[in-house]
């Protein structure tokens, strides 16, 4: 596990890289929807959505669906610790494993 959590708080370093971390203490959230991916293409492409479902996995195009799940993307990273905080929080959890 301590080699994981390192790995992960080595990656945020990378440029391309934002990892942060949900905490419990936000409750519910849209997390609890599910995962999902938001593709953006290059124009003049739309964005298309993924998410996956007990048993299967949905893509989606419509506008109205890639709006909501951008929203919900949106929110989540809002209620999500900065990336600072959460590699912090990753860093300290790897140094308590001996």
Same mark, same amino acid.
């Given at each position: 596990? =301590? &080699?994981?959590?390192?790995?992960?708080?080595? $990656?945020?370093? #990378? /440029?391309? *890289? @934002?990892?942060?971390?949900?905490?419990?203490?936000?409750?519910?959230?849209?997390?609890? $929807?599910? !995962?999902? @991916?938001?593709?953006?293409? !290059?124009? !003049?492409? /739309?964005?298309?959505?993924?998410?996956?479902? !007990?048993?299967?996995?949905?893509?989606? $195009?419509?506008?109205?669906?890639? =709006?909501?799940?951008?929203? =919900?993307?949106?929110?989540?990273?809002?209620?999500?610790?900065?990336? #600072?905080?959460? *590699?912090?929080?990753? @860093?300290?959890?790897? &140094?308590?494993?001996?």
């Amino acid at each position: 596990m =301590r &080699n994981q959590l390192r790995r992960l708080a080595d $990656e945020a370093e #990378a /440029p391309h *890289v @934002t990892i942060q971390v949900l905490p419990k203490s936000v409750g519910a959230s849209p997390a609890l $929807e599910g !995962p999902f @991916t938001i593709f953006t293409l !290059p124009d !003049p492409m /739309p964005d298309i959505g993924y998410t996956d479902g !007990p048993g299967r996995g949905v893509y989606f $195009e419509d506008r109205n669906d890639v =709006r909501r799940f951008t929203l =919900r993307f949106g929110v989540l990273s809002s209620q999500a610790l900065s990336q #600072a905080a959460s *590699v912090k929080l990753i @860093t300290d959890a790897a &140094n308590s494993y001996a």
